[in-house]
């Protein structure tokens, strides 16, 4: 009876060390799992390689007037900007900037439609100092169309996503009587039903003297192109190479389209800037358009 007390015994210690031993074994199991997946998910949160230094932006907040305008340094400061937020925000989960536009009464002259778009700045909060193509420069993106509405017949409201706009110096301002140093835009890139169309300017008369080319309306659209390639709403790149009476588009490192004219080279008169963004084209009711940036990158 004593023995068989023993052996009972000996069997109960033994159950309980290994009780314990899995249990500890468990914990340890547990804690390391629960290590994994926090270093899973820290490894998920990414931020967009986009440098702001060059850059404002604007938005389609504002008094009705005037739409919301933000540039270095409080640009920097977008992710917490509780005005800008709505706007321009970001999407840590895929490394992108995202920017948010709809039809709202805050327009910039000259255009009925609103805009989510950066606007190029050499000089930090300064929109004086711009270049030509004589001097040349490279825009490059990587982008993506996150979300799109439909008109009533379904298909995709379209959005500007690039832009090269050409400006006047004070001296050609005053020499024409403008009111201002807008100029028309050289280079329009739209996302159209899945696919990247470029629109470029035109002088309606190529005989044009050096005064005339200065007026807007001596400048018409081309027929506009359009990339094989359908992007749809996956990840693309857009590079624009621009140089003295030359422009260069190119989508996904894959197909080219070459702009070498006389409109080129008479263009060579006007200072320009680049924008990048979300520039939405309609005016219906509801419509709304979110583009993501992952990468934006300048040289001159």
């Known amino acids: ?66 739409p919301q305008e933000v540039s270095p340094p409080e640009i920097f400061d977008y992710a917490t900007n509780k005005d800008l937020k709505p706007f321009m925000y970001n999407d840590s989960t895929r490394g992108a900037i995202v920017f948010y536009a709809f ?18 700045q050499m000089v930090a909060g300064s929109n004086k100092v711009n270049w030509t193509f004589k001097q040349g420069g490279i825009m490059k993106g990587k982008l993506a169309i996150d ?49 990247i169309r470029v629109k470029t300017k035109i002088l309606k008369n190529i005989n044009a003297n050096a005064e005339q080319i200065l007026h807007e309306d001596a400048w018409g659209d081309d027929k506009g192109f359009t990339f094989k390639e359908k992007v749809g709403f996956k990840k693309f790149t857009i590079e624009v190479k621009v140089s003295e009476g030359k422009m260069v ?6 197909e080219y389209k070459v702009y070498e004219n006389i ?22 009711e509801g419509a709304f358009a979110k583009v993501r940036y992952y990468n934006l990158e300048v040289t001159h």
Not at 27 to 36: L, P
Not at 152 to 179: F, P, V
Request: a positive charge.
């Open 147 to 195: 979300e799109i509405s439909r008109d009533k017949k379904g298909k995709y409201h379209k959005t500007i996503i690039m832009q090269i706009h050409g400006r006047l110096t004070n001296e050609q301002r005053d020499l024409i009587g403008a009111d201002d140093n807008n100029a028309p835009p050289i280079l329009k890139i739209y996302w159209k039903d899945g696919k």
């Open 103 to 120: 039809p709202s009464k805050a327009t910039t002259r000259n255009t009925k439609y609103s805009r989510s778009e950066l606007r190029e």
């Open 249 to 254: 588009v190119v989508l996904n490192n894959n």
């Open 1 to 66: 009876m004593c023995r068989r007390m023993k052996f009972l015994s000996l069997l109960l210690l033994i159950s309980v060390f290994t009780f314990n031993c899995q249990a500890q074994s468990e914990v340890v199991k547990d804690k390391v799992e629960s290590k994994k997946k926090k270093k899973k998910r820290k490894k998920r949160v990414k931020l967009p390689k986009i440098d702001l230094a060059h850059w404002k932006v604007t938005t389609p907040a504002g008094d009705g007037k005037k």
């Open 263 to 284: 409109h080129m080279k008479k263009w060579g008169v006007f200072e320009n800037y680049f924008k990048a963004g979300n520039y939405f084209q309609t005016r219906d």
